[in-house]
């Protein structure tokens, strides 16, 4: 649903910019339609800019081996930008027609990707592609909705796709990333887990929140701000009863400040140099969680 959405609000935005512009302006129809599609992109630029002044702002005093130098900051942002135009642009509202669902490997433990806040499961396509090349293939995705809903609406959602597999195959591993990491954790703290979950991977996940939350809205938006009594509940609740792994970016322009990830009790690796959406992009986080996967189908 929310593919289809933001499909059609491109396209609404692309048709009455360039209408106007057409109008107005006195622009040609195509370049009317390429400067309205400029504008949208030129958008999301300064969005992604914004957001990593705001994290540089907040997130000082990184350890001396997670610093870089200004030619790898370019490249940081410039990467990020691909990675946001990528997923907003191509893989989200394209994310019906290049979704698949293959058939599980019955002797292998499935593994379900959790996607993140304003997100659907065309985020993981090269994900899966990479994980697929490295014999992993036996891996699952969902929608969560609404996008803007209580986090802990989402569990049901999650738990019926763990149990569409785990007959198949045994526990599966989880895999979140940013909001998705705490649907996952949100699902253990509640008791649901009894060996059907080998092990929860997550990706710049604002374990204790971000405070880029406080200049969005939405249901659980507020439940990711510092402080909120729902996070409060959750990091009060009891050790986790599977093994937790925290991959978090030093760089990260979501999560901030990056030591938000950090959570107690759970294996945390850092990398540094890697935006919040290139995570899902990135051959080094992605050979992480590929080693983590495998250490999790091991201890099965």
Not at 72 to 88: D, K, N
Not at 208 to 226: I, K, S
Request: glycine letters at 10%; charged letters at 15%; aromatic letters at 8%.
């Amino acid at each position: 649903m929310l593919a289809r959405r933001m499909l059609a609000g491109f396209a609404m935005v692309i048709v009455v910019v360039g209408g106007l512009l057409w109008q107005a302006a006195g622009f040609c129809f195509f370049s009317a339609t390429a400067a309205a599609a400029a504008i949208l992109v030129g958008t999301r630029a300064a969005l992604v800019l914004l957001s990593f002044v705001v994290a540089w702002w907040f997130g000082r005093g990184r350890p001396v081996k997670g610093r870089i130098g200004i030619a790898h900051t370019g490249s940081l942002m410039v990467r990020e930008l691909i990675a946001t135009l990528r997923t907003f642009f191509v893989l989200h509202p394209l994310e019906p027609w290049l979704a698949g669902t293959p058939e599980p490997v019955r002797d292998e433990a499935p593994v379900v990707l959790v996607h993140g806040f304003f997100s659907n499961a065309g985020y993981w396509r090269w994900a899966k592609q990479f994980l697929a090349a490295r014999g992993i293939s036996n891996v699952h995705t969902l929608n969560l909705e609404p996008p803007f809903g209580d986090i802990d609406g989402y569990l049901t959602q999650l738990a019926k796709r763990i149990e569409a597999l785990e007959s198949r195959a045994g526990p599966v591993v989880l895999i979140g990333h940013s909001m998705g990491g705490l649907v996952c954790r949100a699902l253990l703290e509640r008791g649901w887990h009894a060996g059907r979950i080998a092990s929860v991977i997550t990706l710049g996940t604002p374990h204790h929140g971000t405070l880029e939350a406080w200049f969005m809205t939405g249901t659980n938006v507020r439940q990711m701000r510092p402080g909120s009594d729902w996070l409060e509940r959750l990091n009060r609740g009891k050790a986790p009863p599977v093994p937790i792994v925290s991959i978090y970016s030093y760089h990260d322009n979501i999560v901030v400040p990056h030591t938000a990830a950090i959570l107690d009790g759970a294996k945390n690796l850092p990398v540094r140099g890697i935006g919040h959406l290139e995570m899902g992009f990135s051959d080094v986080v992605m050979d992480l969680v590929h080693s983590e996967i495998l250490a999790a189908q091991l201890n099965c």
